[in-house]
Nanobody, 119 residues
Framework: DVQLVESGGGSVQAGGSLRLSCLASGNPIRSHCVGWFRQVPGKEREGVAS???????TYLDSLKGRFTISKDNAKNTVYLQMNSLQPEDTAMYYC??????????????WGQGTQVTVS
């Protein structure tokens, strides 16, 4: 199993940046596909970005160029760098891990989330 704890959320003005961190415990993060998701109350959760065991990344098309996912296997941590933040980026951001190293589209492990508010 993998336990995930997000941090780094907060309030920022439009145009600002935040870096979210997802610290994993249990199985090493290098063995899992890890993704970031976000959800606004009343709306469906959407996938933001993912990174697989080989470091290959995918992004929500509308976020390409502003958000960057990365990982540090030694620290068992996955990051989401968010630049040029806009009010529509306001959401609860969740880190999640797949059971497998390659992204299957079905995340098995979820963190508690970290709130990002852009004004």
């Amino acid at each position: 199993d993998v336990q995930l704890v997000e941090s780094g959320g907060g309030s920022v003005q439009a145009g600002g940046s935040l870096r979210l961190s997802c610290l994993a415990s249990g199985n090493p993060i290098r063995s899992h596909c890890v993704g970031w998701f976000r959800q606004v109350p009343g709306k469906e959760r959407e996938g933001v970005a993912s990174i697989d065991m080989d470091g290959r990344t995918t992004y929500l098309d509308s976020l390409k160029g502003r958000f960057t996912i990365s990982k540090d296997n030694a620290k068992n941590t996955v990051y989401l760098q968010m630049n040029s933040l806009q009010p529509e980026d306001t959401a609860m951001y969740y880190c999640a891990a797949d059971r497998w190293g390659y992204c299957s589209g079905a995340m098995a492990y979820w963190g508690q989330g970290t709130q990002v508010t852009v004004s």
